[in-house]
């Protein structure tokens, strides 16, 4: 535990909040960020292990391109929170905005209530764990990695999804193109449950597991390197 | 990009006209990174006492035109109770009893005026600039009402003007605007409709039929709800649009949830926008939010 420091974001420029980050994770401390008022960008490219506790709601944008810190948001966010998450923690405690976990590629989020459209977006690892509902094309072209949604999905769950896992809790409004509910295993659900568990969620008793159908796979042309292993 | 906001007072017939301009201009102002070409507004349910609030301009040197307007108005048996003029901005107060769209006609026919909007309780007011220089030429901040809507523009889709500016009014059709965030893609198929219908559209900006849509619906029996709820099924594109009437106002969104949305409501004030920051400028304590999914609508009633 080191010491906590507090940013007053009314009274800084989002440039300012930025730099102001960086010299304290560097100076080894845990920060607070106090009046975030849903402004945009706040915490981008942190590459350190470090401690950040945002005390109301952010913009969009907003603890994206990260690679190790954990950060803790009391309130809501807007568009694509967690952006390009490499590795590290994002825990928000109610809802966020459109694309929350987009691109992703580790690491993991934890949305404490609703997430809107798009939530984990082209994701390519890690975990997006929601706890309320989820919304239209949850899981859109996803590629990696596992989204796990407690309450119930939008239209169009999975769409174009290449590999990796949707667990759904509650009802599905519709399956994506090539999206498919197939059986979950006893060690699944016991995996989904610790996941939950980790991310402070009381776990629920049953789940749907979404997959890829992998019927719009088409790769007929071979890559350079697969001509030469045939 | 664009930025959409909304506000609606729930008790004012306990507590009187609300500072629905004050609102609307913080609002506006927090979400000025969303577009800074032009800005506008609606505020309904404004104290009014002679028939129609008429809101209009006249564009360039024509020092002619504000005489034909009082002639044109007089001409139709049309009595103007107040007048004001400024910069090339104009608000009259009229009593006419005969119909609107013979006033409407009247007014934009004459050389160089262009009208805004006409509402029994409700007027628009829009301008090039961000909602800081609105409110400075126009003084929104001290306007009370009861609802209102506004918008903040990136232009995308057409030219740079006060014709182009949102909210559109739903010409002829007293105290309907709309504003929108998006693009529509089946926007001239059907302007081409409802000008084989006769409505005569004042702009070439897609938005403008959202609010022709919504008001021929409304004139035609349904309710606002009724008619928003047909528009996601009729409008092709993205977006996200806020409607005012007389008396509320609602709002939909696209079958994509392309656009954002967010409210935040309590017991006597309900306040939707683009982003939580403008709800954030107006509701001091961070209440719950609720954010729209996609094809959604909503209205509130005064």
Known sequence: MHDLVSIDASKLSTRQINVRLTELIGARKDIEIINPKARHNIIVGILDKCNITVRGSLGYYCASLLDGPSIVVEGNSGWALGENLMSGNIAISKDTGASVGASMRGGNICVGRNAGARAGISMKGGSLVIGGDSGFLTGFMMQKGQIIVCGDVGDAVGDSMYEGEIYVGGDIASLGNDAVIVDITKKELISVWNKLEENGIDKQPEFKKIVSGKKLYHFDKLERLEKSSV | M???????????????????????IKMLESLEHRGRDSTGITIGGVENKSDYIVRFRIEGQNS??????????????????????????????????ADVGKLANTIADIDGVEVDSIGTNSEIVKDVGDATQLNNRHL?????????IGHVRMATESKIDVNHSHPFWAYPFPDISVVHNGQLTNYHSLRRKYQD?????????DSEIISVFLAERIESGLSLDEAIQESLEVLDGTFTYLVSTNDGIGYAKDSWSAKPLVIMETTDRVAVASEETALLSVFQDEIDRFEPQEKECMTWLV
Do not use: P, R, W
């Open chain 2, 197 to 205: 219908m006769g409505h005569k559209f004042q702009t070439g900006n």
């Open chain 2, 140 to 148: 929104i901040g001290e306007i009370k009402g009861t609802h209102g």
């Open chain 2, 64 to 97: 002619n035109a504000l005489e034909m307007l009082s002639k044109g108005i007089s001409s139709i048996g049309a009595v103007i109770e107040y007048s004001g003029f400024a910069n090339g901005f104009g608000k009259i107060c009229v009593n006419y009893e």
């Open chain 2, 2 to 24: 664009c930025g959409v906001i909304g506000v609606i007072y729930k008790n004012t017939e306990a507590t009187g006209l609300a500072s629905v301009g004050s609102d609307l």
